[in-house]
Every structure is written in structure tokens, then in C-alpha cells.
């Protein structure tokens, strides 16, 4: 199994430059089409800690079920976990897991940081 995961949506730019960024440096990793393969709570839940936000900062405020479904004024941690189980297009990309640590590659320079950890 690969040291390096990536939640990955190749619809997106900033996710394909990690995962191009990953394969010059010859680096071994996983790639997880989250929009295919949904997290679980538990997932989530980690990952979020690995990250150190909330469930609030990994929101993908700019989209439509964001506004739907009344996001804005959520602070239920639980509540919005679960909304982005429902909707995992709303999970802000990419996030890449190594070593107990993550990053959104938002810029590509936090995957550098971490890489270089």
C-alpha cells in the first residue's frame, strides 16, 4: 500500500497538478476518486484531524448544494459531515494524506511542505 494517499477528482485542475506533481517526483500514491468512492464519518472524521480544521473549513462553499441545502450558518460538526457524505462535491480538493499528516494542495505548496516533512 502506497505512503501517500490523494482524494482525487480528475475534473479538477489543482487536483491533477498534485497528482502530476506526485509522478515527477516518482513518488509512490493512491488515488481515491472520493466523488466515486464516498469517505465514511470515520474517514472524514479523520482526515479532518489530520488536516486540524473543521468540518465547516472543508466545505466547498462555492457550490450549488452549498447553498441548497443552507450551509452557511451550520456549525454542527456532525451535521455537516454528513452533508458531505451526501454530497461529496462539496469536500474541498485535493487532499493528500501522508505519514498521519494531511494538506489541500490548495496552493500546491502545502503539498510540497509536507512532502518535504
Known amino acids: ?5 490523494i482524494w482525487h477528482n480528475s475534473r ?9 506533481l506526485l509522478e515527477d517526483k516518482s513518488l509512490d500514491f493512491e488515488v481515491r476518486e472520493y466523488l466515486k468512492q464516498t469517505p465514511t464519518k470515520e474517514e472524514l472524521t479523520l482526515v479532518l484531524s489530520q488536516l486540524g480544521i473543521t468540518a465547516k473549513e472543508l466545505l466547498r462553499t462555492g457550490e450549488a448544494v452549498y447553498k441548497e441545502l443552507g450551509l452557511k450558518d451550520e456549525t454542527n ?10 454530497n461529496p462535491k ?14 489541500i ?7 510540497e511542505e509536507l512532502l518535504n516533512q
Not at 90 to 103: H, N
Open 105 to 111: 494542495a490548495r496552493p500546491i505548496e502545502n503539498l
Open 12 to 20: 479538477c485542475s489543482k487536483s491533477r497538478n498534485a497528482v502530476k
Open 1 to 5: 500500500m502506497a505512503d501517500i494517499k
Open 77 to 86: 460538526d456532525d451535521k455537516i459531515i454528513e452533508a458531505m457524505i451526501e
Open 90 to 103: 462539496l469536500i474541498e480538493r485535493p487532499i493528500i494524506i501522508k505519514d498521519g499528516k494531511a494538506v
